[in-house]
């Protein structure tokens, strides 16, 4: 059974469906802070837990026999600018008490990481697994801390902690949460809606990027590896690179999108600049065979499918 913490949250909303498709609707326990909706409540099991409530994690996890535990719940890059100390509290000590868990239960555990642990000296192109990581953000400097603290609870005590850095994800089902990367998402959003979009990142700064079903599906591949074929906890995980002004020319091959730049260096295009280009993620495509199928067109042609489904508010695309 594998329980999920921030299950309502863009990772966990697309990866709970392809996971209860896989193993079942019931040994998928869905767990979030916030309040689930009425089709969520419909498609199997959800409990209410905040990350930091003592011993709450861990009677949900003696009450359902659980075996994996995905702890999802963060704080994001730009959010966690404006609450360092919230952003401190549950991404450390969320991470802590769901770690903690995992070894007394003898759990595998996967927890994600981010591009943002890279800061100025990790090298911006084809950014390495293996490299100096000094990152500007709180969200960064919690999920290194997130990496070698997995390590360490898996060299120390054999817990199976597993992790992966994510570029920006794209997706349809959640509304963006807090990163730096929403802007993609929100130009998707604008474009349907007809409205002019002020896009806090420059028009040429580039980012890695994915589309959200070669997240959950890397991620289903990864969780399910044999332990034997990892060579490491945390490994890079890359789709493709773009810039929004790139983004921008995707979308308007299916229909117009006014947009405009804030001027000077925001939080997010400050973030954005510390981050890499794009990612090496040699190893993972060898160790345990991850390869993304989205390019950046085919990408914005789904979330013009996608998001109108998803959100019946959203005006369907004019053909
Ligand atoms: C953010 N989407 O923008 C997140 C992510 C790789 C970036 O961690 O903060």
Same mark, same amino acid.
């Given at each position: ?12 909303? /697309? ?13 998928? @326990? ?19 837990? *905040? ?14 026999? &659980? ?21 401190? /509290?549950? *991404? @450390? ?7 903690? #868990? ?12 981010? $591009? ?13 697994? %293996? ?27 054999? #817990? ?21 990367? /929403? ?10 809606? *007809? ?10 700064? !580039? ?29 890079? $995980? ?10 921008? =020319? ?16 925001? &939080? ?12 090496? %993620?040699? *190893? ?7 390869? !993304? ?7 914005? =042609? #789904?979330?013009?499918?996608?998001? !109108?489904?998803?959100? !019946? ?7």
């Amino acid at each position: 059974k594998i329980l999920i913490t921030g299950g309502l949250g863009q990772i966990g909303t /697309d990866l709970s469906i392809i996971l209860r498709k896989k193993y079942g609707a019931e040994n998928v @326990i869905v767990t979030d802070i916030n309040k689930a909706s009425d089709s969520v409540l419909q498609a199997g099991p959800f409990f209410h837990c *905040n990350s930091l409530e003592s011993g709450r994690l861990e009677q949900l996890v003696v009450d359902n026999n &659980v075996d994996w535990i995905l702890h999802l719940s963060a704080i994001m890059s730009v959010l966690g600018e404006k609450i360092p100390h919230q952003c401190m /509290d549950l *991404n @450390i000590d969320g991470l802590r008490i769901a770690l903690e #868990v995992a070894r007394k239960h003898n759990l595998r555990i996967f927890a994600p990481s981010t $591009m943002a642990v890279f800061g100025a000296d990790a090298g911006k192109v084809m950014t390495k697994d %293996d490299t100096i990581l000094n990152p500007t953000t709180i969200y960064g400097i919690t999920k290194v801390l997130l990496e070698q603290l997995g390590a360490y609870y898996n060299r120390k005590w054999g #817990v199976d902690f597993r992790s992966i850095r994510y570029p920006g994800i794209i997706s349809a089902a959640t509304l963006p949460g807090g990163g730096t990367t /929403d802007y993609a998402v929100h130009m998707y959003h604008y474009a349907l809606n *007809n409205q002019t979009f002020n896009c806090p990142v420059h028009a040429n700064e !580039p980012l890695p990027m994915m589309y959200i079903d070669d997240a959950v599906n890397g991620t289903v591949k990864f969780l399910e590896a044999d332990r034997s074929l990892l060579k490491r906890c945390t490994y890079n $995980m890359a789709g493709f690179s773009f810039t929004p002004d790139e983004l921008h =020319k995707s979308i308007e091959k299916h229909t117009k999108l006014s947009m405009t730049y804030e001027e000077g260096t925001s &939080v997010a295009q400050g973030i954005a600049h510390s981050w890499p280009d794009s990612m090496d %993620d040699t *190893n993972a495509r060898n160790d345990w065979g991850w390869k !993304p199928e989205f390019l950046l067109d085919d990408m914005t =042609k #789904v979330m013009f499918d996608e998001i !109108p489904r998803c959100h !019946p508010a959203v005006p369907k695309l004019q053909k």
